[in-house]
């Protein structure tokens, strides 16, 4: 139990220093790029840069995650090795070559 304490704290830490710096890195962006597209575009600092990447997210990413519905469903269901078996197939039947497929 303590482990996975120590990976779920770990994993939490990593998640809030890659945060701190997309900020930035927005943040930077937005100052070095945007500022000089036109005159009326203000400077940004940290704070806003925390919410504009927020809004960006919320707006074009929603909160899925990476593998959305699709993902959560396949990884509920345990599949035998005749199914895995038979996926495995199916995908790299697309690509093998017209070489290989006679």
Do not use: P
Request: glycine share 6%.
């Amino acid at each position: 139990m303590k482990n996975c304490k120590s990976k779920c704290a770990a994993f939490a830490a990593l998640a809030v220093v890659c945060i701190a710096a997309l900020s930035y890195v927005v943040m930077l962006l937005w100052n070095h790029v945007v500022v000089s597209l036109a005159d009326g575009i203000h400077v940004i600092d940290y704070c806003h840069a925390v919410g504009l990447l927020i809004l960006s997210r919320i707006l074009f990413g929603g909160f899925r995650g990476r593998h959305g519905h699709h993902h959560r469903h396949c990884a509920s269901e345990a599949m035998t090795a005749d199914e895995q078996e038979k996926v495995r197939c199916g995908l790299f039947s697309r690509f093998r070559s017209k070489k290989d497929a006679e």
